[in-house]
């Protein structure tokens, strides 16, 4: 069985799943204006391999995105995707009359979107509950995408390309 203990509570993984879906859903196609479909689920470094990858993004730069928060329930939020997608998404964030956003407008709406896909997300799992979270920064490209064994990897294509989302909690909530 794949689940967490948070707050007394055993949450299935897929409760953590849905919650990362839903607000991916939520804020992208809110204040981008992009539509996702889920492309793969899972709660592990191993799952890695099952990101599709389209041939000319396997060499983008990517921008990754990480905070912290703090609460009931403390951990790790990361959102990732390549820098074609972070300046379409920024351009449409931005309301630009560019069809991209330049590189340095791009890593400042990739934070904010990581603040509130991550925030949307801890709502659905523990709504009214209030968290801390850290200033997103961007951080040197993926590694190790969810450093504990409780929490979800999720991955997503937007059409435009795909974005990655990982939201690891702190070992002690984990079953």
């Given at each position: 069985?794949?689940?967490?203990?948070?707050?007394?509570?055993?949450?299935?993984a897929?409760?953590?799943?849905a919650?990362?879906?839903?607000?991916?859903?939520?804020?992208?196609?809110?204040?981008?204006?992009?539509?996702?479909?889920?492309?793969?689920?899972?709660?592990?470094?191993?799952?890695?391999?099952?990101?599709?990858?389209?041939?000319?993004?396997?060499?983008?730069?990517?921008?990754?995105?990480?905070?912290?928060?703090?609460?009931?329930?403390?951990?790790?939020?990361?959102?990732?995707?390549?820098?074609?997608?972070?300046q379409?998404?920024?351009?449409?964030?931005?309301?630009?009359?560019?069809?991209?956003?330049?590189?340095?407008?791009?890593?400042?709406?990739?934070?904010?979107?990581?603040?509130?896909?991550?925030?949307?997300?801890?709502?659905?799992?523990?709504?009214?509950?209030?968290?801390?979270?850290?200033?997103?920064?961007?951080?040197?490209?993926?590694?190790?995408?969810?450093?504990?064994?409780?929490g979800?990897?999720?991955?997503?294509?937007?059409?435009?390309?795909?974005?990655?989302?990982?939201?690891?909690?702190?070992?002690?909530?984990?079953?």
């Open positions: 069985m794949n689940s967490c203990k948070v707050w007394g509570v055993v949450m299935e897929t409760e953590i799943h919650a990362l879906a839903a607000a991916v859903e939520e804020v992208l196609e809110t204040m981008c204006f992009l539509s996702v479909n889920a492309s793969g689920e899972g709660a592990g470094p191993a799952d890695l391999e099952a990101i599709p990858e389209a041939a000319d993004e396997e060499d983008a730069r990517m921008l990754t995105s990480e905070l912290r928060f703090e609460g009931r329930m403390p951990g790790t939020f990361r959102l990732s995707l390549p820098m074609d997608l972070a379409v998404a920024g351009a449409a964030f931005l309301a630009l009359d560019e069809p991209a956003a330049t590189d340095a407008q791009a890593g400042e709406v990739v934070c904010e979107l990581a603040n509130m896909i991550c925030g949307a997300a801890l709502g659905r799992l523990e709504h009214g509950t209030i968290f801390r979270l850290s200033h997103p920064e961007l951080i040197p490209d993926l590694q190790d995408l969810n450093p504990s064994p409780s979800s990897v999720r991955w997503f294509d937007t059409g435009e390309g795909f974005l990655t989302v990982a939201l690891a909690l702190q070992p002690e909530y984990a079953v």
